[in-house]
């Protein structure tokens, strides 16, 4: 009668439904899910115009727009693999792990990442869920690309990621 | 000694803008090889070096990751460096730099 | 052009809604959500048979198959903005806490409570939560009595709540 | 003193059980009153008290709670104490048995 865990991993192009990752944690067995949404939210970045004399300094924003994302998807499967082995070695009581993550263009404001994790009780899927997104952030080969409505757009590292200029870093 | 076959060579994000390629194939691979020679086999470099003058340095494009890239062979994170590698036909190496998913 | 900040606490009686919970808090501004969900999930107590020979002890079963919940709901209300109150004054870059908290009956493998907060970085409205869990365990007076397949039901008890029998053990 | 006219004392989960009772009114309350005098006006002990044999114990009923109540007055926490009240008309006052939301 034991329900076996279930490890669910899905890159997706098309938006992400909260509901449907909490569904696949689901288990009469669990009293907690805990769930995390990843979204891009606006940042607005000041720089100053080159050349510009410096008592007039013009400052111009650029806004994100939207996101673009890119993986190595094999690798991520078995990336997360390993990754949910390391929480249920850690949290022996976690039933299921469920991680979508978005592929592709990303508006801002839509989710690119939805992760749940179910246990009995509330603390272990809660300390897991933390854990997970850290290293998911710091192993998961994927890639985002900022677009900014000035036709610009820059490749994003992850503080967690170990060779990343920021690397070692808490976020 | 070389592979028998080919060895399949990804490229993401930023690796896969500064080189132009998504994917290449490299056929007659040294092995075993260390991780820092793996990192300077891509033919696309070699082609691009010895087209124009000949120059052996085959780190031209990457270069702007400023060593802020692993690879991974065989789905596995490898760091450039002194690590002796033993490449199969078939395997796959990918150019990864700095992760940003989540 | 700031986006004020938003609580917002509901007691239902019918089912609840994790999309519904999620909109509420999100915002262009915040790159995180994080939400908790709280479920029913079956124990099976295991007693001995008053009265039977300790060799052939008997040991039955019995199943929760039910959760009804009460509240004092004017008082939920002010426990929670007073909660929302702490929680802003500790992480100060929180945006939007939403709460939904079941009344009534409510059937195993249901969720009882579901919550999210939002803030521009996950640390913050990570960690918010897990005392907003806390917090409201110990305070928002609202009470739970597991209902029996055997017909028998008993009122449970927070290990938070200070004045449970388990008051001041961590749960 | 005593308050000129009603105050509210509600029940809830196992305190509504043992009284069987969700809410009576009571008036003429002393005021300034500790806490703990609080816990025992409830009338619906004091009328069951009296109907038996004068029994002065008001707190028949909720014994069952060994202690593991608290009351909220005017909607927040107050220990069953010496602590000194000042109850006035329209006053809500209820009696907590042990939280279990979430």
Same mark, same amino acid.
């Given at each position: 009668m034991a329900e076996p865990p279930r490890d669910v991993f899905r890159l997706r192009r098309d938006w992400l439904s909260v509901q449907e990752v909490v569904d696949s944690v689901s288990s009469s067995r669990c009293g907690a899910v805990s769930v995390f949404i990843g979204r891009t939210f606006i940042i607005l970045l000041l720089f100053l115009r080159a050349g510009r004399a410096t008592r007039e300094d013009q400052v111009e924003g650029r806004k994100v727009i939207g996101l673009q994302y890119e993986a190595y998807e094999a690798m991520v499967q078995s990336e997360l693999s390993r990754l949910a082995g390391a929480l249920r070695a850690r949290?022996?009581?976690?039933l299921h792990v469920c991680i979508h993550h978005r592929l592709g263009w990303v508006k801002v404001g839509e989710a690119s990442i939805v992760m749940a994790i179910s246990s009995p009780h509330r603390q272990d899927c809660q300390e897991a869920i933390q854990h997970a997104v850290t290293q998911l952030k710091a192993n998961a080969p994927i890639w985002k690309k900022e677009v900014y409505d000035s036709q610009e757009s820059s490749w994003k590292e992850n503080s967690e990621c170990s060779w990343s200029q920021r690397g070692g870093a808490s976020d | 000694g070389t592979t028998d076959g080919t060895v399949t060579v990804l490229y993401f994000a930023r690796s896969a803008e500064l080189t132009g390629l998504r994917e290449e194939e490299l056929v007659a691979v040294p092995t075993p090889i260390s991780s820092a020679q793996v990192a300077k086999l891509r033919r696309s470099d070699q082609v691009a070096a010895r087209r124009a +003058?000949? +120059?052996?340095?085959?780190?031209c494009r990457l270069v702007a990751l400023q060593g802020r890239v692993v690879l991974a062979v065989r789905r596995q994170y490898v760091t450039i460096g002194n690590q002796q590698l033993s490449l199969q036909d078939g395997d796959e190496v990918a150019v990864v730099p700095p992760l940003s998913g989540g």
């Open positions: 949290w022996p009581s976690l | +003058d000949g +120059d052996s340095s085959c780190f």
